[in-house]
T-cell receptor
């Protein structure tokens, strides 16, 4: 079946620290992979995506590489800011079928 | 519109009452999802519409839940005889394709059943 497992939070970092949020997946075929971000009081926003193996998605200083050999799509940022405080969701959609599968979310708090 | 619009943004209802939640997707988006997000938890798939195809209702938790969508326009999610465990944020998302480019989410409807 299809599923997403992501690192449990909450995660608290100091400003300018390095961020990694782990995400691994199980899927049939070749899914597309996504990171969504939910800022406090707002809806989910697409942060970045990758549609095939070895693709790197990037946006706002965040990066994630689609690793088929390790079935992973870890989110990284070299220097976090207070404004990055949010909940981050890893997600996949298979190349067949309808459903969009989300991880449980990882809450990130960045302190000055 | 420019984004996915959901209404109401907040709804407080008494246990046993029916509620109707509305989602207005981005114009031209053929695919539409409803998800539920309980406090502190991940997103739970409810239902998926793709164009004029039969919807995928496999995520609806009980027969108290139903959803409709006419063509590629507005969708309504109806919860009958609400229970306290129905309290959650109900999120709608739409996409122009089958989602491989990502979905645009609305801000959600926060439902509280008292």
């Amino acid at each position: 079946g299809n599923s997403v497992t992501q690192m449990e939070g909450p995660v608290t970092l100091s400003e300018e620290a390095f961020l990694t949020i782990n995400c691994t997946y199980t899927a049939t075929g070749y899914p597309s992979l996504f990171w969504y971000v939910q800022y406090p009081g707002e809806g989910l926003q697409l942060l970045l995506k990758a549609t095939k193996a070895d693709d790197k998605g990037s946006n706002k200083g965040f990066e994630a590489t689609y690793r088929k050999e390790t079935t992973s799509f870890h989110l990284e940022k070299g220097s976090v800011q207070v404004s990055d405080s949010a909940v981050y969701f890893c997600a996949l959609t298979p190349n067949t079928g309808n459903q969009f599968y989300f991880g449980t979310g990882t809450s990130l708090t960045v302190i000055p | 519109g420019a984004g996915v619009s959901q209404s109401p943004s907040n709804k407080v209802t008494e246990k046993g009452k029916d509620v109707e939640l509305r989602c207005d997707p981005i114009s031209g988006h053929t695919a539409l999802y409803w998800y539920r997000q309980r406090l502190g938890q991940g997103l739970e798939f409810l239902i998926y519409f793709q164009g004029n195809s039969a919807p995928d209702k496999s995520g609806l938790p009980s027969d108290r839940f139903s959803a409709e969508r006419t063509g590629e326009s507005v969708s309504t999610l109806t919860i009958q005889r609400t229970q306290q465990e129905d309290s959650a944020v109900y999120l709608c998302a739409s996409s122009w394709d089958r989602g491989r480019g990502g979905y645009t989410f609305g801000s959600g409807t926060r439902l509280t059943v008292v």
